[in-house]
């Protein structure tokens, strides 16, 4: 991970957002909403831009922030998005509701894990974004894979989970519990044989997985 001088001095160059992605980010850190890293989101959306995507799968989307930040940097995209928690799924319709970029959204209401019916629907994707359980990455990938266009690609958050996948000793079971998870989902990941994968120390970690060129075919 960047250290801390230069981690600031990323984020320092990073332009302002605009009012409401300020508020979002102030709610998210009054109500402990876990949203991605201001560097690694900046990160994300110059991936997709490079990528042109056009239709985005998210799962996770927490109260909207980073869906709402993939709409405005391309107003031409169609962003699907799942969430299970209700008290966010409630947070995320208000604050897509109030702005202009809205109707480029559409909420999934479940759990990521039961929804592959309705997410089907509109595939395929240009993009899928993992933003969720990190238990369930694996799980996740397996699934929504399926949906991806020939072209596509995957982009995990949090995949060094504040640096603690290198770390040998971790005090708390539940926290060893989790990175031994995402520690195991990376190397699968990394070896898997239908994608092409780096992991960039950006934000938490970002995971970006490409396709080697097979063709979706709707089920």
Do not use: C
Request: charged share 30%; no cysteine.
């Amino acid at each position: 991970m960047l250290n801390e001088k230069l981690h600031f001095y990323i984020e320092e160059l990073i332009p302002g957002r605009n009012p409401m992605f300020s508020e979002m980010e102030n709610y998210a850190q009054v109500h402990k909403v876990p949203i991605m890293e201001i560097a690694g989101i900046e990160a994300l959306l110059q991936l997709l831009r490079i990528q042109n995507s056009k239709k985005i799968l998210e799962v996770g989307t927490a109260i909207g922030y980073s869906a709402l930040r993939m709409a405005n940097a391309l107003p031409k995209a169609q962003i699907v998005t799942i969430e299970r928690d209700e008290e966010r799924i409630q947070a995320a319709k208000e604050f897509i509701k109030r702005s202009e970029h809205g109707q480029q959204i559409i909420l999934v209401e479940g759990d990521a894990l039961e929804v592959e019916e309705a997410v089907s629907k509109f595939a395929p994707y240009d993009t899928i974004f993992i933003d969720a359980a990190k238990g369930q990455y694996k799980k996740f990938f397996e699934i929504y894979s399926k949906y991806l266009s020939d072209d596509g690609m995957i982009i995990t958050d949090n995949v060094l989970f504040k640096g603690l996948v290198a770390e040998s000793e971790i005090e708390s079971k539940r926290i060893r519990n989790l990175v031994k998870k995402i520690d195991d989902f990376n190397h699968w990941l990394m070896d898997h044989p239908d994608y092409d994968s780096v992991i960039l120390p950006v934000g938490d970690g970002v995971a970006i997985s490409k396709r080697r060129g097979e063709s979706y075919e709707k089920a």
